[in-house]
């Protein structure tokens, strides 16, 4: 405990000397909307060039900076360094976005609608140019407090949003009390969003709810073209994380503004194709019925198992899936349970030899399956029910 003691206070030292010495710069990570591609603002992230160690990640010295009042200093430092990068790339026709800083609860408690009019007045900057982020918890820690600040922020023109949604308080008779234009999902929601119907029906009730109340919403911790793709359906409005960029110096963020770096969707040019992911463990059967029904024309997309196949379907459009019962790993029943509570509108067909009726039944009675058929199959009776499975299909309904 004494060591523990000892290198605590050897920290705060430390961090008490980098903050006269200004040890600290921002990295910038890059926020994009998720409909157009394009960068739409970014977050700055500190980080603290240390002297022996070198760069150390703000979730080793943050928590000493608010529990020392550190925080204070090193929070207002951002905001100034903030406004000085936006004033330096205007007078260089950088074409610039906004940029936000992180407020902590302790910040917002110390001067920060000071803070933020004197950063603004002595850079000669719209206030449209600073955006500030603020956590649940610092929110609710002094809820009519936090509710006046906020608002004075506002009428100074700053845009607030809501970081890290879904894990503290999650209070939405308090939410509607504070003046947000940004609701932030939780990256804890992202990870496993096109595995876990779950933390989908999270994400979806928090895009739903915010767009009710007037409310954006940016999804954190996308790092795969499959979770871009499926929030992006989910009508989610802008997007960070490794996918398009890590936090990144100014330097970097100055390039991919002044080239116009963006996402271009593959799925969006896919959106007219009817398609069939047929899912099989075997590849002699996904290749047979790949070439029956491309014979009537269909985009067939194909997996080797449920978890593949989920990962295609967060990428692509698809209206029919054709899949084998028997599978390592996840039954075809197991699947299609996923994908009735992920993607609903779906017409699912199970196509095995296997013999075990009962659970196919009981999938088919619960709404998983469209229709079982057997192998082997009859070709012409197969591309008739994947016909119909395709007049059958309404966007957005569930059979």
Not at 152 to 174: H, M, N, P, Q, V
Not at 194 to 201: C, E, F, G, K, V
Not at 315 to 322: F, L, R, S
Not at 369 to 391: G, I, S, Y
Request: aromatic share 8%; glycine share 6%; with cysteine.
């Amino acid at each position: 405990m004494n060591d523990r003691v000892a290198a605590r206070l050897a920290l705060e030292m430390q961090l008490r000397d980098a903050v006269k010495a200004h040890q600290f710069v921002l990295h910038y990570q890059p926020r994009v909307d998720m409909i157009s591609g394009e960068i739409v603002g970014a977050e700055a992230l500190i980080r603290w060039e240390h002297p022996e160690r070198g760069i150390v990640g703000p979730a080793e010295f943050i928590p000493v900076a608010e529990e020392s009042g550190l925080i204070v200093q090193i929070g207002g430092w951002v905001i100034d360094r903030i406004c000085a990068q936006q004033a330096a790339w205007i007078a260089t026709n950088v074409p610039t976005v906004p940029i936000a800083a992180n407020v902590s609860s302790v910040q917002l408690g110390h001067g920060i609608v000071a803070t933020v009019q004197d950063a603004l007045r002595r850079h000669s900057l719209d206030a449209r140019c600073l955006h500030l982020e603020l956590t649940e918890s610092a929110v609710m820690h002094d809820v009519q407090e936090a509710a006046r600040i906020m608002f004075e922020l506002r009428k100074l023109g700053i845009s607030l949003a809501l970081d890290d949604f879904g894990t503290g308080y999650s209070s939405l008779a308090y939410l509607k009390r504070f003046p947000f234009s940004r609701v932030k999902i939780d990256r804890s929601f992202v990870t496993d969003i096109t595995q876990n119907a779950d933390d989908a029906a999270i994400a979806s009730a928090i895009i739903a709810i915010a767009h009710r109340m007037g409310l954006k919403v940016v999804a954190e911790g996308i790092e795969t073209e499959a979770q871009y793709e499926y929030l992006r359906t989910q009508r989610c409005d802008e997007m960070q994380g490794h996918y398009f960029s890590d936090a990144v110096a100014a330097e970097a963020l100055e390039s991919d503004l002044l080239s116009g770096r963006s996402i271009k969707s593959p799925a969006q040019a896919a959106q007219s194709a009817q398609t069939v992911l047929v899912v099989d463990d075997e590849a002699g059967i996904r290749s047979a019925l790949t070439r029956l029904l491309r014979r009537d024309g269909y985009r067939i997309l194909t997996a080797a198992g449920g978890p593949e196949a989920l990962e295609l379907l967060a990428v692509n459009p698809v209206q029919v899936i054709i899949s084998d019962q028997l599978m390592p790993g996840m039954s075809g029943t197991e699947f299609f349970g996923k994908v009735k509570e992920l993607y609903p509108q779906t017409m699912r067909i199970i196509l095995s030899g296997y013999t075990e009726l009962g659970v196919v039944i009981e999938s088919v009675n619960r709404g998983a399956v469209f229709k079982f058929l057997t192998k082997p199959w009859d070709d012409d009776m197969l591309r008739e029910q994947v016909r119909d499975a395709f007049l059958r299909y309404r966007p957005g309904s569930n059979f």
